[in-house]
């Protein structure tokens, strides 16, 4: 059976371009299961291990978060490559999920980036411990320093060098081991030889310096490194022991450094992964149980625990679905039964799979901390595994309400086929991204996160499913709120043959802050009966769904109602309901409705010779310039934009900053649409209504 | 209460009335004490009060956490608009008129300020009225320095507040006096108002308006807790 003490479960974030594809495809080589080194973005047509998909090869970034175990130093280790673009923020929380620690990679000529700053949110929400890796520094205008001091100032992590540079950008060699005193170089056609030589006397006094700053820091860990250091005693073991205290309370980050693409640096980070990043058994896992209230409980690292596993990631491989699962609690065999409290269905565990890059190995068994796969499982992304009798689901995660929609249409009957396929299929995959028929148009609308995250789904329908489609123009997730109270009273009579209905409500309706939707029944005396109760709410709820503005969802309201009358024969449940929705229109003009718009964080960074151009662009955007930050020649720009005006941006940002520039943005808040855009939503809107009514 | 109430029952009404007149555009004027006194509280206070007038302000500063400073107006805001009526759909609005411009202390220079400035107003569009610069380095400026911001603040019609560090040691001095460390820009600074502490109490003083030097305790002084200017009781 597999110790757990030598297990590791870590993630690669990073922003963009700062070489993660490169640094995973090294850790992968020098942990001998590939033998060949490939470049990203497939010099040689290969392309890099792990981000195997044709379309990520095309735009060079990683989209799915496939795990690949590898072993390094007796340690088996499990990497999951975490997306990098924020259009794909769900994937990258959903891997931070199953992570117990990282590797954070900065790029030591571009420093801490606006992605690095979300990541770095994103590690903190889950409390990931994790390392930081200054890659690139063979590039001109390599500072490690520099980026050092940024995750101090920028990040506000407690970083401390554990790795000095031998020579910078074309004279870069190797790096200076702060904590055994030696110099590393990596010889070899791959570099795969570490050499320990003297260090270079003309760094000798800065090691120095060095080792004596990162002492200090770790002695705050340990009153024995800080006495054995008075003494001018400390050993190694004493120096690990306190960084990896450090670490794991997320109090201090250890920057290595090197370069993946120039085969230096990376073996000395495997080892950091291993010295300094928690073992399954050290982190807090907790799940609820469903039999209990939802009662927090704290998972066991115990084999001999029931089984809690979370399936995280689903993936359509050439012999059926594979469901990635990371198991928290017990132990997991072949042919074992499992059950799914979502479905309450048990099922029996067929094949048990453990992924390598390129390939799978059947196994018999799994234990907890091990992150594996399983064949031909029907469940969704998010679901919890558990041996039967025990009742667990793992926290919810975190899944932001989608901001924009678009129609798609398939160009012919086979794609139509393949297109709900393909659908049915991504939105397994991926929470953030839906689905839905609407009824009125009876078009096919897919919802996510961004332009982007939409446009990767078209993309693969056409690569993955040949499903040849087309799509309307983006449509924004607008809302309608309504600013004040209003009254309703309203009568709902109909008898005309047959059964009457007769049903009346009355009461009001106002803003809440706090929900998006409420109902209060204040009701006395049973002049509505108890059982006519639920069919107001589900009145006002249907009501809600489609606002009269622009036929958006309504939303932070609360409909009271404390009054109403009943017919001994007539009123029925329907009859109730229909009177809620008379109700709900009675009001909602007096309530006078606005329409309610999201606004986007938009992170916006370039040469500051650019910030003119950038200011120009996000003001014509309707955005609101928040902050801007110039460093050297680098400025940073925050504003809050519409997510309608940010159609096609980044073309627009490449052409007035000579490509040179980047941007980011993610969902913030509702704000208020202004009144001459509300004025022609709503004028469109009557139009469009108008000409389905024809 | 209403807004117009609030902003004509601010204490910053008493400073200005303690003035010659009130600050005009093109006019820069600096609130200079030792560390740790609270300029960025009084500077950031006499910019929320500009918002409050509707008025567009830019905040320069030199820190690189600008989320630091969204939260002392924050802070500041909290207090001011307690007796508001409406006080979130104010408080919208005047983030709306506020933008924060943060520049690297070392090795940025004045004329790369100005242009990052000139590109805020001009190509993003933001026509403000104030512009506050906290933490400028007076020891590295040259009058020339002062004379460029000071043309700059003509040019585009702004007023300019600046906040400036006087060594502690130097007090007994700059209490009777205008500091030494500023006198290189004597003429440049239009209004000079000094913050000291005595007993407990952070008083601000009128060293400079305009062209005379009437060095006199003012009515209104600085809360130690909340760093916000608030009139003397009586």
Known sequence: MMDISKMRNIGISAHIDSGKTTLTERILYYCDKIHMIHEVKGKDGHGATMDYMELERERGITITSASTNVT??????????????????????????????????????????????????????????????????????????????????????????????????????????????????????????????????????????????????????????????????????????????????????????????????????????????????????????????????????????????????????????????????????????????????????????????????????????????????????????????????????????????????????????????????????????????????????????????????????????????????????????????AEFDYTHKKQTGGAGQFGRVAGYMEPCEEKEYEFVNMIKGGVIPNEFIPSCDKGFQAARTKGTLIGFPVVNIRCVINDGSTHPVDSSDIAFQQAAIGAFRQAYEKAKPIILEPIMKVTVEGPSEFQGNIFGSLNQRRGIIVSSTEDNNFCRIEAEVPLSEMFGYSTVLRSLTQGKAEFSMEFLKYGRVPNTIAEELKKAYQEKRRKEQK | MVRKELIRRSPLRALEKSLKEPLKKGELAVVASPKGIGKTGCLVHIATDALLQGKQVIHVSFSTRTDHIISWYEDIFKEVARKLNAAMEVHDEIIRHRVIMSFNQEGVKTQQIIRSLTAMIRDGNFAADQIIVDGYNFALATSEDLRLIKQFANEVGVTIWFSATVKPENEKIWNRDFPPSLKPFENLIDVLITLGESEGNILVRLVKDRDSYPMKDLSVHLDPKTLMIVEEKK
Request: glycine share 8%; charged share 25%; net charge negative.
């Open chain 1, 72 to 485: 390094w130093k007796g340690h088996t280790i499990n990497i999951i490559d975490t997306p990098g673009h924020v259009d794909f923020t769900i994937e990258v929380e959903r891997s931070l999920r199953v992570l117990d620690g990282a590797i954070l990679v900065l790029c030591s000529v571009g420093g801490v980036q606006s992605q690095s700053i979300t990541v770095d949110r994103q590690l903190r929400r889950y409390n990931v411990p994790f390392v930081a890796f200054i890659n690139k520094l063979d590039r001109t205008g390599a500072n490690p320093y520099k980026v050092k001091e940024q995750i101090r100032d920028k990040l506000g992590h407690n970083a401390v060098l554990v790795q000095i540079p031998i020579g910078l950008e074309d004279k870069f060699q190797g790096v200076v081991d702060l904590i055994q005193m030696k110099a590393l170089y990596f010889e070899g056609p791959n570099g795969e030889e570490v050499v320990e030589r003297e260090i270079p006397a003309e760094l000798r006094a800065e090691a120095e310096k060095r080792r004596e700053e990162l002492i200090d820091a770790a002695s705050l860990f340990s009153d024995e490194l800080a006495e054995a250091f008075l003494e001018g005693a400390e050993t190694e073991s004493q120096i690990y022991a306190a960084l990896r205290k450090g670490v794991l309370t997320r109090k201090l980050i250890p920057v290595f450094m090197g370069s993946a693409y120039k085969n230096k640096g990376v073996q000395p980070l495997l080892d950091g992964v291993v010295h300094y990043l928690p073992n399954p058994s050290e982190v807090k896992n907790t799940a609820l149980d469903l039999n209990d209230g939802e009662k927090e409980v704290v998972l066991k690292a115990d084999p001999k625990e029931p089984l809690v596993a979370l399936a995280f990631k689903l993936e359509e491989g050439q012999y059926g679905q594979l469901t990635y699962i990371r198991i928290y609690q017990g132990m997991l065999r072949k042919g074992d039964e499992l059950y799914n409290p979502r479905l309450r269905r048990k099922f029996k565990v067929g094949r048990l799979i453990r992924m390598h890059a390129h390939e799978m190995e059947d196994i018999t068994e799994a234990v907890c901390g091990d992150i594996v796969a399983l064949f031909g499982i029907d469940c969704a992304s998010g679901d919890t595994f558990c041996s039967p009798g025990i009742n667990y689901s793992m926290t919810s995660m975190y899944i932001p309400a989608p901001v924009i929609s678009l129609a798609v249409f398939p160009k012919d009957k086979a794609s139509a086929d393949q297109m709900a396929k393909a659908l049915g299929r991504f939105t397994k995959e991926d929470p953030t991204f839906r689905t839905y028929v609407d009824p009125e148009s009876n078009q096919t609308i897919i919802q996510g996160m961004g332009e982007l995250h939409l446009d990767v789904y078209i993309e693969r329908m056409k690569r993955e499913y040949r499903a040849e489609v087309e799509t309307g123009m983006p449509q924004v997730a607008y809302r309608e709120t309504i600013t004040q109270r």
